[in-house]
């Protein structure tokens, strides 16, 4: 079946990846938003974006397609400003996790992509002031990029 995109395919393996890493713990891992039910820590694999360039001039006329995948790690913590640091340390671990995942244990992420890093990340660093009555919130937006051929 010919392909314009290896992306939905590159998120599903992600999602069922992490699912799998985290399995039988607290964190709760989303394909999207996570909704109204949440759990203190949050794993939610969000925007998908592509680039291709022509890859070879053959009769299958292949593709080089760079895959950009954003993942949110939000985690909570009730309680005061010690919390800060406990929720900024287990979003840190969960990354740590996820990032060794795909740089070590399953590099081509469940065989849709040639190879997986993380490339960036940034988190705001503390609680919104909203939020600061109820205990402290850590976001933590990683990017993955990966890369694939399309050759169908």
């Known amino acids: 079946m010919p392909s314009a995109s ?5 998120k599903d393996a992600f999602v069922a990846a992490a699912q799998t890493l985290w399995a039988g713990t607290d ?3 989303s394909f999207g938003h996570p909704g109204q039910s949440q759990a ?4 939610a694999f969000g925007r998908v ?4 360039d022509v890859a070879t001039l053959g009769s299958n006329r292949s593709r080089e397609e760079t895959l950009t995948l954003d993942v949110v ?3 909570f913590r009730g309680g005061g400003p010690d919390m800060e640091k406990v929720a900024s340390d287990r979003g840190y671990a969960l990354l740590g996790q996820l990032e060794t995942f795909a740089r070590v244990t399953d590099t081509t992420i469940g065989g849709t992509v040639r190879h997986c890093f993380l490339v960036s ?7 919104d002031p909203q939020i600061l009555a109820a ?3 850590i976001e933590i ?9 399309i050759t169908s």
């Open 40 to 43: 203190d820590d949050i794993v």
């Open 27 to 29: 964190v709760q891992v």
């Open 141 to 149: 937006t990683a990017q993955f990029r990966a890369q694939a051929r």
């Open 121 to 127: 990340h940034e988190s705001d660093g503390s609680t």
């Open 49 to 52: 974006s592509t680039e291709q």
């Open 73 to 75: 790690f939000s985690i």
């Open 6 to 10: 290896v992306a939905a395919a590159f």
């Open 135 to 137: 205990g402290r919130l």
